[in-house]
Protein backbone atom coordinates (compact mmCIF):
# COMPACT_ATOMS: atom_id res chain seq x y z
CA UNK A 1 0.00 0.00 0.00
CA UNK A 2 1.11 3.54 -0.72
CA UNK A 3 1.19 6.29 1.54
CA UNK A 4 2.25 9.24 1.59
CA UNK A 5 5.44 10.91 4.22
CA UNK A 6 7.28 13.95 4.89
CA UNK A 7 10.78 13.89 4.30
CA UNK A 8 11.61 17.20 4.94
CA UNK A 9 10.58 20.40 7.15
CA UNK A 10 11.21 23.72 7.36
CA UNK A 11 10.05 27.43 8.58
CA UNK A 12 10.82 30.83 8.53
CA UNK A 13 9.27 34.03 11.29
CA UNK A 14 10.17 37.53 10.43
CA UNK A 15 12.98 38.75 12.74
CA UNK A 16 10.35 41.75 14.33
CA UNK A 17 9.10 40.62 18.02
CA UNK A 18 5.67 42.46 19.38
CA UNK A 19 5.20 41.65 22.78
CA UNK A 20 2.50 41.69 24.70
CA UNK A 21 3.67 44.93 26.81
CA UNK A 22 3.98 46.47 23.46
CA UNK A 23 0.45 45.98 22.87
CA UNK A 24 -0.79 47.79 26.40
CA UNK A 25 1.23 50.75 24.45
CA UNK A 26 -1.10 50.58 21.42
CA UNK A 27 -4.79 49.37 23.28
CA UNK A 28 -6.60 49.16 26.31
CA UNK A 29 -4.92 45.91 27.13
CA UNK A 30 -3.09 44.31 29.84
CA UNK A 31 0.37 41.66 29.10
CA UNK A 32 -2.02 39.51 32.16
CA UNK A 33 -5.71 39.32 29.98
CA UNK A 34 -3.66 38.09 27.32
CA UNK A 35 -1.71 35.92 29.06
CA UNK A 36 -4.27 34.55 30.94
CA UNK A 37 -6.87 34.20 28.24
CA UNK A 38 -4.67 33.01 25.44
CA UNK A 39 -1.38 31.80 26.55
CA UNK A 40 0.54 33.93 24.26
CA UNK A 41 3.83 36.52 25.37
CA UNK A 42 4.84 37.70 21.77
CA UNK A 43 4.67 37.34 18.04
CA UNK A 44 6.62 37.73 15.02
CA UNK A 45 5.62 40.15 12.42
CA UNK A 46 6.80 40.45 9.00
CA UNK A 47 8.24 43.75 7.29
CA UNK A 48 6.19 46.57 5.41
CA UNK A 49 8.19 44.85 1.89
CA UNK A 50 7.76 41.08 3.42
CA UNK A 51 4.49 39.53 1.85
CA UNK A 52 3.29 35.73 2.19
CA UNK A 53 5.60 34.62 -0.98
CA UNK A 54 8.76 35.96 1.07
CA UNK A 55 7.95 33.69 4.21
CA UNK A 56 6.86 30.84 1.82
CA UNK A 57 10.00 31.46 0.01
CA UNK A 58 12.47 30.80 3.20
CA UNK A 59 10.94 28.06 4.71
CA UNK A 60 10.53 25.93 1.53
CA UNK A 61 14.20 27.06 0.42
CA UNK A 62 14.86 25.50 4.02
CA UNK A 63 12.58 22.07 3.50
CA UNK A 64 14.25 21.71 0.26
CA UNK A 65 18.12 22.09 1.57
CA UNK A 66 17.47 19.06 4.15
CA UNK A 67 16.47 17.05 1.93
CA UNK A 68 18.91 17.78 -1.13
CA UNK A 69 16.63 18.35 -3.34
CA UNK A 70 16.21 21.84 -6.38
CA UNK A 71 13.32 23.61 -6.87
CA UNK A 72 13.12 21.85 -10.35
CA UNK A 73 12.23 18.55 -8.61
CA UNK A 74 9.35 19.84 -7.09
CA UNK A 75 6.16 18.26 -8.80
CA UNK A 76 3.16 19.96 -7.47
CA UNK A 77 2.78 23.21 -5.12
CA UNK A 78 0.21 24.00 -2.94
CA UNK A 79 -0.20 26.56 -0.31
CA UNK A 80 -2.46 27.48 2.52
CA UNK A 81 -2.93 31.26 3.08
CA UNK A 82 -5.30 33.53 3.74
CA UNK A 83 -2.81 36.44 3.27
CA UNK A 84 -1.47 35.38 -0.56
CA UNK A 85 0.54 38.33 -1.72
CA UNK A 86 -2.23 39.73 -4.23
CA UNK A 87 -6.27 38.24 -5.15
CA UNK A 88 -4.28 36.90 -7.66
CA UNK A 89 -1.88 35.36 -9.12
CA UNK A 90 -2.07 32.65 -6.40
CA UNK A 91 1.04 32.87 -4.17
CA UNK A 92 2.10 29.23 -4.87
CA UNK A 93 2.59 30.36 -8.33
CA UNK A 94 4.56 33.36 -7.07
CA UNK A 95 6.74 31.38 -4.85
CA UNK A 96 6.95 28.41 -7.84
CA UNK A 97 9.11 31.02 -10.09
CA UNK A 98 11.04 31.96 -6.82
CA UNK A 99 12.12 28.20 -5.77
CA UNK A 100 12.77 27.81 -9.40
CA UNK A 101 10.52 25.19 -9.59
CA UNK A 102 9.80 24.78 -13.14
CA UNK A 103 8.48 21.57 -13.52
CA UNK A 104 6.02 21.53 -11.11
CA UNK A 105 1.96 22.97 -11.09
CA UNK A 106 1.20 25.46 -8.17
CA UNK A 107 -2.56 26.42 -6.70
CA UNK A 108 -3.00 28.08 -3.52
CA UNK A 109 -6.25 27.02 -1.21
CA UNK A 110 -8.03 28.72 1.41
CA UNK A 111 -9.42 26.77 4.37
CA UNK A 112 -8.06 29.53 6.88
CA UNK A 113 -6.61 28.35 10.01
CA UNK A 114 -7.02 23.99 8.88
CA UNK A 115 -5.23 24.89 5.03
CA UNK A 116 -2.21 23.58 5.72
CA UNK A 117 -3.95 20.06 7.15
CA UNK A 118 -6.14 20.72 3.90
CA UNK A 119 -2.94 21.11 1.77
CA UNK A 120 -1.41 18.13 3.45
CA UNK A 121 -5.01 16.16 2.77
CA UNK A 122 -4.77 16.66 -1.43
CA UNK A 123 -1.24 16.39 -1.53
CA UNK A 124 -1.84 12.46 0.41
CA UNK A 125 -4.69 11.73 -2.08
CA UNK A 126 -2.55 13.04 -5.08
CA UNK A 127 0.17 10.72 -3.90
CA UNK A 128 -2.11 7.47 -3.32
CA UNK A 129 -3.32 7.48 -6.47
CA UNK A 130 -0.14 7.96 -8.00
CA UNK A 131 -0.65 11.68 -9.64
CA UNK A 132 2.53 13.12 -8.18
CA UNK A 133 5.51 11.92 -6.18
CA UNK A 134 7.08 14.88 -4.75
CA UNK A 135 4.85 17.80 -3.56
CA UNK A 136 5.42 20.83 -1.57
CA UNK A 137 3.35 21.69 1.29
CA UNK A 138 3.41 25.38 2.67
CA UNK A 139 0.98 27.34 5.19
CA UNK A 140 2.28 30.95 5.04
CA UNK A 141 0.94 34.16 6.77
CA UNK A 142 1.09 37.60 7.31
CA UNK A 143 -1.81 37.95 9.31
CA UNK A 144 -0.39 41.73 10.52
CA UNK A 145 -1.73 43.45 7.25
CA UNK A 146 -4.95 41.95 8.22
CA UNK A 147 -5.44 42.87 11.37
CA UNK A 148 -7.15 45.75 12.58
CA UNK A 149 -4.25 47.32 14.97
CA UNK A 150 -7.17 49.22 16.90
CA UNK A 151 -9.37 46.35 17.57
CA UNK A 152 -8.31 44.81 21.21
CA UNK A 153 -10.29 41.38 20.51
CA UNK A 154 -8.55 40.29 17.79
CA UNK A 155 -5.14 42.11 17.88
CA UNK A 156 -3.29 40.39 20.32
CA UNK A 157 -3.95 37.51 19.10
CA UNK A 158 -2.31 37.22 15.38
CA UNK A 159 1.08 37.00 14.56
CA UNK A 160 3.31 35.85 11.06
CA UNK A 161 5.43 33.00 9.87
CA UNK A 162 5.47 30.50 6.97
CA UNK A 163 6.29 26.30 7.59
CA UNK A 164 6.76 24.27 5.11
CA UNK A 165 6.97 20.31 4.06
CA UNK A 166 7.75 17.76 1.50
CA UNK A 167 5.97 14.45 0.59
CA UNK A 168 6.83 11.38 -1.35
CA UNK A 169 5.69 8.11 -1.86
CA UNK A 170 6.42 5.39 0.47
CA UNK A 171 5.61 1.55 1.11
CA UNK A 172 6.54 1.55 4.39
CA UNK A 173 4.05 1.17 7.55
CA UNK A 174 4.41 5.11 7.98
CA UNK A 175 3.62 8.50 7.10
CA UNK A 176 0.12 10.01 6.71
CA UNK A 177 -1.91 6.89 8.20
CA UNK A 178 -5.42 8.76 8.22
CA UNK A 179 -6.07 12.18 7.53
CA UNK A 180 -9.62 14.10 7.58
CA UNK A 181 -11.27 17.37 6.66
CA UNK A 182 -14.14 19.04 7.25
CA UNK A 183 -16.69 22.26 7.09
CA UNK A 184 -19.90 23.84 8.00
CA UNK A 185 -20.27 27.01 6.29
CA UNK A 186 -23.61 27.91 8.41
CA UNK A 187 -21.17 29.40 10.41
CA UNK A 188 -19.04 31.75 8.03
CA UNK A 189 -19.46 34.81 10.21
CA UNK A 190 -17.80 33.71 12.91
CA UNK A 191 -14.42 34.24 11.61
CA UNK A 192 -14.32 36.79 8.47
CA UNK A 193 -12.81 39.84 6.32
CA UNK A 194 -16.14 41.56 5.22
CA UNK A 195 -13.93 43.50 2.54
CA UNK A 196 -12.23 43.69 -0.58
CA UNK A 197 -13.74 40.26 -1.98
CA UNK A 198 -17.03 40.22 -4.89
CA UNK A 199 -19.32 41.00 -2.07
CA UNK A 200 -17.97 44.15 -0.83
CA UNK A 201 -15.24 45.13 -3.29
CA UNK A 202 -12.66 47.66 -2.38
CA UNK A 203 -13.99 51.28 -1.52
CA UNK A 204 -13.46 54.27 0.35
CA UNK A 205 -16.62 53.52 2.36
CA UNK A 206 -15.17 49.72 3.14
CA UNK A 207 -11.80 51.16 4.01
CA UNK A 208 -13.31 54.00 6.40
CA UNK A 209 -15.80 50.99 8.04
CA UNK A 210 -12.64 48.59 8.48
CA UNK A 211 -14.51 46.13 6.00
CA UNK A 212 -10.70 44.44 4.97
CA UNK A 213 -9.69 43.93 8.40
CA UNK A 214 -10.57 40.11 10.02
CA UNK A 215 -13.69 40.05 12.67
CA UNK A 216 -14.10 37.28 15.14
CA UNK A 217 -16.59 36.51 17.49
CA UNK A 218 -14.36 35.00 19.51
CA UNK A 219 -16.54 33.38 22.33
CA UNK A 220 -18.56 32.17 20.02
CA UNK A 221 -15.62 30.78 18.03
CA UNK A 222 -13.77 29.40 21.23
CA UNK A 223 -16.66 27.51 22.56
CA UNK A 224 -17.49 25.36 19.26
CA UNK A 225 -13.51 25.34 18.49
CA UNK A 226 -13.50 22.97 22.13
CA UNK A 227 -16.48 20.54 21.42
CA UNK A 228 -15.29 20.12 18.00
CA UNK A 229 -11.33 19.41 18.27
CA UNK A 230 -12.07 17.24 21.33
CA UNK A 231 -14.60 14.92 19.31
CA UNK A 232 -12.12 14.98 16.21
CA UNK A 233 -8.90 13.56 18.50
CA UNK A 234 -11.28 11.18 20.38
CA UNK A 235 -12.28 9.91 16.96
CA UNK A 236 -9.34 9.84 14.56
CA UNK A 237 -7.35 7.66 17.33
CA UNK A 238 -10.45 5.29 17.53
CA UNK A 239 -10.79 4.67 13.76
CA UNK A 240 -7.44 3.97 14.03
CA UNK A 241 -7.66 1.59 16.80
CA UNK A 242 -4.15 4.03 18.68
CA UNK A 243 -4.49 4.03 22.42
CA UNK A 244 -3.66 7.63 23.56
CA UNK A 245 -0.77 5.87 25.30
CA UNK A 246 0.89 5.42 22.23
CA UNK A 247 0.93 9.05 20.69
CA UNK A 248 4.24 10.22 21.42
CA UNK A 249 3.10 14.10 20.16
CA UNK A 250 0.23 16.33 19.58
CA UNK A 251 0.83 19.37 17.57
CA UNK A 252 -2.14 21.55 17.76
CA UNK A 253 -3.19 24.32 16.07
CA UNK A 254 -1.82 27.24 18.29
CA UNK A 255 -4.84 29.31 18.42
CA UNK A 256 -5.29 29.69 22.29
CA UNK A 257 -3.32 27.61 25.15
CA UNK A 258 -6.99 26.64 26.84
CA UNK A 259 -8.21 25.52 23.86
CA UNK A 260 -4.98 23.02 23.13
CA UNK A 261 -4.92 21.86 27.31
CA UNK A 262 -8.76 21.10 27.29
CA UNK A 263 -7.99 18.92 23.88
CA UNK A 264 -5.10 17.25 25.38
CA UNK A 265 -7.43 16.64 28.87
CA UNK A 266 -10.01 15.05 26.50
CA UNK A 267 -7.63 11.84 25.45
CA UNK A 268 -5.61 12.33 28.94
CA UNK A 269 -2.57 13.50 27.28
CA UNK A 270 0.25 15.34 29.88
CA UNK A 271 1.35 18.70 28.25
CA UNK A 272 4.74 17.43 28.10
CA UNK A 273 3.34 15.28 25.00
CA UNK A 274 1.92 18.62 23.30
CA UNK A 275 3.77 20.91 21.49
CA UNK A 276 3.09 24.31 22.46
CA UNK A 277 4.73 27.77 21.13
CA UNK A 278 2.27 30.16 20.39
CA UNK A 279 3.61 32.15 23.87
CA UNK A 280 6.16 32.88 21.29
CA UNK A 281 4.29 32.86 17.70
CA UNK A 282 0.98 34.25 19.12
CA UNK A 283 -1.38 32.65 16.16
CA UNK A 284 -0.31 32.22 12.20
CA UNK A 285 -3.00 30.44 11.13
CA UNK A 286 -2.12 27.97 8.21
CA UNK A 287 1.41 28.25 9.12
CA UNK A 288 1.15 27.43 12.78
CA UNK A 289 0.61 23.78 12.28
CA UNK A 290 4.29 23.78 9.48
CA UNK A 291 5.90 26.01 12.30
CA UNK A 292 5.41 23.42 15.03
CA UNK A 293 6.14 20.34 13.06
CA UNK A 294 9.12 21.61 11.97
CA UNK A 295 10.64 22.68 15.23
CA UNK A 296 9.43 19.55 17.18
CA UNK A 297 11.47 17.43 14.38
CA UNK A 298 14.40 19.78 14.90
CA UNK A 299 14.51 19.96 18.09
CA UNK A 300 14.01 16.26 18.47
CA UNK A 301 10.79 16.19 19.69
CA UNK A 302 9.73 13.57 17.31
CA UNK A 303 11.68 10.23 16.30
CA UNK A 304 11.40 7.85 13.88
CA UNK A 305 7.98 5.55 14.41
CA UNK A 306 6.67 7.86 16.66
CA UNK A 307 2.47 8.58 16.15
CA UNK A 308 1.77 12.08 15.94
CA UNK A 309 -1.26 14.04 15.76
CA UNK A 310 -1.97 17.31 14.04
CA UNK A 311 -5.25 18.90 14.56
CA UNK A 312 -7.30 22.50 13.41
CA UNK A 313 -9.78 24.31 13.60
CA UNK A 314 -10.49 28.01 11.99
CA UNK A 315 -12.54 30.36 9.49
CA UNK A 316 -15.63 28.41 7.36
CA UNK A 317 -15.72 27.17 9.57
CA UNK A 318 -12.98 23.96 8.85
CA UNK A 319 -11.63 21.30 11.01
CA UNK A 320 -9.15 18.95 10.31
CA UNK A 321 -6.96 16.12 12.01
CA UNK A 322 -4.43 13.81 10.37
CA UNK A 323 -2.20 11.06 12.43
CA UNK A 324 0.99 10.16 11.59
CA UNK A 325 3.83 7.59 11.97
CA UNK A 326 6.92 9.19 11.23
O1 LIG B 1 -7.53 30.24 14.87
C1 LIG B 1 -8.84 30.24 14.46
C2 LIG B 1 -9.82 30.08 15.50
N1 LIG B 1 -9.79 31.14 16.47
C3 LIG B 1 -9.83 30.84 17.72
O2 LIG B 1 -9.78 29.68 18.04
C4 LIG B 1 -10.01 31.94 18.73
C5 LIG B 1 -11.02 31.50 19.70
N2 LIG B 1 -11.34 32.46 20.73
C6 LIG B 1 -10.49 32.79 21.73
O3 LIG B 1 -9.36 32.39 21.76
C7 LIG B 1 -11.07 33.62 22.86
O4 LIG B 1 -12.46 33.73 22.71
C8 LIG B 1 -10.45 35.04 22.98
C9 LIG B 1 -9.04 34.94 23.48
C10 LIG B 1 -10.49 35.72 21.63
C11 LIG B 1 -11.24 35.85 23.99
O5 LIG B 1 -11.30 35.19 25.25
P1 LIG B 1 -12.70 35.01 25.99
O6 LIG B 1 -12.39 34.37 27.27
O7 LIG B 1 -13.63 34.30 25.06
O8 LIG B 1 -13.13 36.51 26.26
P2 LIG B 1 -14.44 37.27 25.78
O9 LIG B 1 -14.43 37.50 24.31
O10 LIG B 1 -15.65 36.60 26.36
O11 LIG B 1 -14.23 38.66 26.51
C12 LIG B 1 -14.19 38.79 27.92
C13 LIG B 1 -13.94 40.23 28.29
C14 LIG B 1 -14.84 41.21 27.56
O12 LIG B 1 -15.17 42.26 28.46
P3 LIG B 1 -16.61 42.28 29.19
O13 LIG B 1 -17.62 42.31 28.10
O14 LIG B 1 -16.65 41.03 30.01
O15 LIG B 1 -16.53 43.53 29.99
C15 LIG B 1 -13.97 41.78 26.48
O16 LIG B 1 -14.34 43.06 26.07
O17 LIG B 1 -12.59 40.59 27.94
C16 LIG B 1 -12.63 41.81 27.16
N3 LIG B 1 -11.50 41.79 26.24
C17 LIG B 1 -10.27 42.25 26.54
N4 LIG B 1 -9.78 42.80 27.67
C18 LIG B 1 -8.47 43.14 27.67
C19 LIG B 1 -11.49 41.32 24.97
N5 LIG B 1 -10.26 41.47 24.45
C20 LIG B 1 -9.50 42.03 25.40
C21 LIG B 1 -8.15 42.41 25.47
N6 LIG B 1 -7.67 42.95 26.60
N7 LIG B 1 -7.29 42.24 24.43
Known amino acids: MVRSKII ?13 SDLEKMVDTTDDWITERTGIKERRIASNDQAASDLAYE ?25 GDMPFPSTACILQHKIGA ?3 AAFDIN ?12 ADSFIKSGMHKRILVIGTEVLSKITDWEDRTTCVLFGDGAGAVILEPTEEERGIISININSDGSLWELLHIPGGGSRNPVSRDTVDRRLHYIKMKGNETFKFAVRTLEDIVVKILEDNKLNPAQLSLLIPHQANLRIIQATAERIGL ?3 RVLVNLYKYGNTSAASIPIALDEAFMTGKIKDGDYILLEAFGGGLTWASALIRW
Open 111 to 122: AACSGFLYGLYI
Open 102 to 104: KNA
Open 59 to 83: ASKLALDRASLKGEDIELIITATVT
Open 270 to 272: PMN
Open 8 to 20: STGSYLPEKILTN
